[in-house]
């Protein structure tokens, strides 16, 4: 018979401890879904997965402030607790732990958890401490969530990647499950960024997802160049009046590091752009 899931809002380390202990000592196990919040369909595509694969879903809701850059968006970050609740609530979430700022970083912090190989190619380059700040959260949280296995999404490509490296490296024992990209109908990845685009900022970023499709139409027809996948997939950026590129490689899925070749089941194509002010990152397997 289902549980009966009613969505309990923690919001201190000690309790969620408590929380943990008390699942363990049951013998339930345990699936983890961190997130910044603002949860869209992406999100909630995780929840699901985690939901089939363990007793227990413990969601977390904490936008990170060290993984953010002095010029970037970390003020106007999207929230609404309140819908994210409601969001929890109906996709049956066990736990929405939101552990509060002074508690993950109380004055006087001052360990971090770097990562040097797979971390310093593509947004690592444009945003130098991001994946420090990214690490060092996640790696917080896994201490006090204990999960059995933590969810990620395959949108963020380069972040499961550096993650599932610091789980190997420092032997968390935790199983990390990446979970495919879900797009809105028009195939841009939904992303909780989305919401600052106007309808003109919108309709140029459509062109992400087009590009993408075309670069998976060219390794089908048998080009193995990345150089010229990478022109095509520029060019199709460029032509739209609102978006820069910030990076457009195509890399090894599992070490982010550029290959000169294409090969197949092991590349990945990832961009990022600027839609005006708003940073857009998506990828596709090649
Ligand atoms: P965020 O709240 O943006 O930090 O994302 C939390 C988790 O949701 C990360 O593992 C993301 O990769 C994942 N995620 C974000 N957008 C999507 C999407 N469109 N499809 C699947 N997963 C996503």
């Excluded at 009613?6 to 983890?32: N, P, Q």
């Excluded at 997939?233 to 457009?248: A, F, W």
Aim: glycine share 4%; hydrophobic share 40%.
């Amino acid at each position: 018979m289902e549980k009966e899931r009613k969505t309990e809002v923690i919001r201190s380390t000690a309790e969620m401890r408590e929380v943990v202990a008390r699942l363990r000592s049951a013998g339930e196990t345990i699936c983890f879904v961190p997130t910044m919040g603002y949860l869209h369909r992406g999100h909630l595509s995780l929840i699901e997965a985690a939901r089939k694969r363990a007793d227990r879903v413990v969601v977390s809701l904490f936008v990170n402030p060290i993984q953010f850059g002095p010029n970037e968006d970390y003020d106007r970050y999207p929230q609404d607790f309140d819908q994210d609740l409601a969001a929890c609530r109906e996709s049956g979430v066990d736990y929405l732990f939101c552990p509060p700022g002074e508690e993950m970083y109380p004055p006087k912090y001052s360990t971090y958890v770097d990562e040097e190989r797979y971390s310093r190619h593509l947004c690592g380059i444009s945003r130098p401490n991001h994946f420090r700040g990214v690490l060092t959260v996640v790696a917080k949280l896994f201490n006090i969530v204990c999960p059995d296995f933590a969810v990620f999404g395959q949108k963020d490509a380069q972040q499961a990647a550096v993650i599932r490296k610091m789980v190997a490296d420092l032997h968390f024992g935790v199983e990390i499950m990446v979970e495919p990209t879900v797009r809105e109908e028009d195939g841009l990845a939904m992303s909780s960024r989305n919401i600052h685009l106007t309808a003109g900022q919108r309709e140029d970023a459509k062109m992400i997802f087009q590009a993408l499709t075309r670069a998976r139409e060219m390794v089908e027809s048998g080009v193995t160049n990345t150089d010229r996948v990478e022109a095509e997939v520029t060019n199709m950026l460029t032509s739209r009046r609102r978006l820069r590129v910030i990076y457009v490689e195509v890399v090894d899925s599992e070490t982010m590091e550029r290959r000169r070749e294409i090969v197949s089941g092991k590349s990945l194509l990832a961009v990022a752009v600027w839609v005006d002010e708003v940073r857009l990152i998506d990828n596709t397997p090649l």
